[in-house]
């Protein structure tokens, strides 16, 4: 008798095998290490430290000079959150180059190999509100640092220089959410502030007592500005009053003339449970 294959058998033993294979290597594949790219975001410190060495800017050694003294021109970062107001911050870390001929502005293709430097280090460049901040200034950021790459043309004396100064993002951010707290507590007053086009902030402290200043600029389609006065003790905040630093239109918004206080910060600053703090302070409240 002529043996006869079963072939429906075999087929579904060779389907069953096929299937315990792709269990077995989906299995496997949760617990075998895969290659990927690891995206290292460098912190201030690595960055500057990694853009000063030889050779790691195409060119920039060559026709450049580092500077060894501090950081002059555009010291302060401006950066711009998404949707909001400009905030001031000073950098942590930062660098210059001086052209080296000083008949020209700085190199085109130099400015471009920096930026491929910061793009190949996992930075993005920022798109930003030219109203908002200076043309000069570029802003790259990635997870944990913002950057601000600045070209200064060459002026009388001086030649064109190339800075790169940068600060932990984290510190960006803790200042955005210190003024958004304190612009809470100002709430729906006049003038409305909105979302005007910068905002920088002065805090003082001594033992349990804090004075926090925010000066708010361009508010508005007459953009106008003010300085906002915040106290606190032992942690617990008040708004006291505020500063008419300009306006187009003095005295529409809140009955103020230009450098003018408001009563209520008049009043506030002789509150005796501030004691001495506020009146020691009162050149810094007023401005000057």
């Given at each position: 008798m002529k043996y006869k294959p079963n072939y429906k058998l075999i087929i579904g033993l060779v389907l069953i095998v096929i299937a315990f294979g792709a269990i077995t290597v989906l299995v496997l594949s949760k617990f075998i290490p895969q290659d990927k790219a690891t995206v290292i975001n460098l912190g201030p410190a690595e960055i500057v430290?990694?853009?000063?060495?030889?050779?790691?800017?195409s060119g920039l050694s060559d026709r450049y000079d580092k500077m060894d003294q501090a950081l002059t021109g555009m010291s302060v970062i401006a950066y711009t959150s998404d949707d909001?107001?400009?905030?001031?911050?000073?950098?942590?870390?930062?660098?210059?180059?001086?052209?080296?001929?000083?008949?020209?502005?700085?190199?085109?293709?130099?400015k471009s190999a920096v930026e491929t430097f910061l793009i190949t280090n996992s930075f993005k460049k920022k798109l930003t509100n030219p109203n908002k901040e200076s043309t000069l200034a570029t802003i790259f950021e990635n997870n944990q640092t913002?950057?601000?790459?600045?070209?200064?043309?060459?002026?009388k004396e001086t030649n064109a220089v190339l800075s790169l100064s940068c600060i932990k993002k984290s510190t960006l951010d803790d200042k955005y959410s210190e003024i958004n707290k304190l612009l809470a507590l100002y709430g729906d007053r006049k003038p409305s502030i909105g979302i005007p086009d910068n905002i920088s902030i002065n805090t003082i402290k001594d033992d349990n007592k804090i004075l926090s200043i925010i000066n708010i600029y361009g508010i508005g389609s007459k953009k106008s500005a003010v300085a906002l006065v915040f106290a606190a003790i032992s942690g617990k905040w008040e708004y006291l009053g505020q500063?008419?630093?300009?306006?187009?239109?003095?005295?529409?918004?809140?009955?103020?003339?230009?450098?003018?206080?408001?009563?209520?910060?008049?009043?506030?600053?002789?509150?005796?449970?501030?004691?001495?703090f506020l009146k020691r302070r009162i050149h810094i409240i007023q401005g000057y």
């Open positions: 430290k990694q853009y000063k060495t030889t050779g790691a800017v909001s107001y400009t905030i001031y911050g000073t950098p942590t870390d930062f660098v210059q180059f001086e052209q080296k001929d000083k008949a020209t502005a700085n190199s085109t293709s130099i913002v950057c601000q790459l600045v070209d200064l043309p060459p002026f500063r008419v630093l300009s306006s187009s239109t003095p005295g529409v918004d809140n009955g103020l003339v230009n450098g003018a206080m408001s009563d209520d910060l008049k009043t506030s600053i002789k509150d005796t449970k501030y004691g001495e």
